[in-house]
């Protein structure tokens, strides 16, 4: 590789169609950690803590972004 060759931030080529496919894939899981974290969270504020219920909370939220972002990087990656 050249040094003055375009960094693509992934290591191989990867399709258009198989992008938007993983895309819609992430973009579904996102929507099903919401939906169970928000549920095992409320379950767990008025069984055990609201202590518990707010970690888990932050731990889906945390887990959602971070789909996204591999999302957003895959998507940038597309020509």
């Known amino acids: 590789m050249s040094e003055y060759d375009a960094f693509t931030g992934l290591p191989i080529k990867v399709s258009d169609a198989r992008t938007r496919r993983w895309a819609a894939i ?11 974290g928000v549920v095992l969270s409320a379950i767990l504020w008025a069984a055990i803590s609201s202590d518990m219920g ?26």
């Open 26 to 36: 992430l973009v579904r899981a996102v929507f099903a950690i919401l939906v169970v």
């Open 54 to 79: 707010a970690l888990i909370l932050s731990a889906t939220f945390a887990a959602c972004a971070g789909l996204l972002v591999i999302r957003q990087a895959l998507l940038a990656e597309r020509r």
